[in-house]
């Protein structure tokens, strides 16, 4: 007995008591802020190996962006990468971070539908498909349910089977071979129900964007609910933006 209470004293608490407002190292790169120095933006712009840095001023897609940050380290004082994991949105148009905006992230309140507060404030299931996902995404979703984060502390919980979920979270590009299983898996899922994004590759393709070997339609043809960028997105991007998403506070 003296043994472990030695073992639970030396180890703290295994848990992020409040995910509002957690600490991640300084390693970690979120939410990028953009100066306002003069630099080439053509020579900034072809950096980027997915094109999610636009000029004239400059801009960063966040959809886009894999988060190398070959782009701050060229150009230290144009572009710095924050630990701000707070970046998930529920309009594409708001990943696109500007020169001089240094504010946070949010959503827009005006396009949560009626029913997801509703329905899955207090209770949400999700059936997670990767489209042909690198297994990053994945490992990172995995971990938003391990002792340290415990998403299930709001209710929020992977399931098995997508007739017992009330939404669908797609990683990776989309391949063809993974365009119908991922339409049979929502299709199973009971109405109303929510479709959300997580990583570079669900949202915009990534370094695949443009190859034959992928099938977007889905994407294009749905309404999305949530992005959640990271490449891989991290845990508490993904569970912040679940809890702006179903108007969880604490």
């Known amino acids: ?74 150009y230290p004082g144009k572009i710095h990468f924050t630990t701000d994991y707070r ?14 905006v240094l504010t946070p992230i949010t959503l827009n309140p005006g396009l949560i539908r009626n029913e997801i507060h509703r329905l899955f404030h207090g209770s949400l299931k999700l059936r997670q498909v990767s489209a042909a996902g690198d297994n990053s995404c994945e490992l990172e979703l995995n971990a938003a349910g391990n002792v340290n984060f415990d998403i299930g502390r709001y209710g929020i919980e992977f399931v098995a089977s ?21 339409q049979i898996t929502y299709d199973a899922i009971p109405s109303p129900k929510i479709i959300i994004l997580v990583g570079t590759d669900a949202i915009s393709g990534g370094i695949f964007d443009s190859s034959p070997a992928l099938d977007r339609r ?33």
């Open 1 to 74: 007995m003296l043994k472990t209470l030695q073992i639970l004293y030396h180890q703290g608490k295994q848990y992020i008591p409040d995910l509002r407002k957690a600490k991640v190292p300084g390693i970690f790169r979120g939410r990028p802020e953009i100066s306002s120095e003069k630099v080439d933006e053509k020579t900034l712009a072809d950096i980027c190996p997915t094109n999610a840095i636009l000029g004239n001023p400059v801009r960063i897609d966040l959809g886009k962006c894999t988060f190398c940050a070959e782009c701050s380290r060229l």
């Open 87 to 100: 970046m998930a949105v529920n309009e594409r148009e708001r990943l696109i971070i500007s020169e001089g």
């Open 162 to 182: 997508p007739r017992h979920a009330d939404g669908i979270v797609i990683t990776g590009p989309v391949s063809k071979n993974m365009a119908e299983p991922l």
């Open 218 to 250: 889905f994407i294009e043809e749905n309404h999305i609910d949530l992005y959640v960028p990271g490449n891989p997105a991290h845990p508490l991007t993904f569970i912040n933006g679940i809890m702006d998403l179903l108007g969880i506070n604490t």
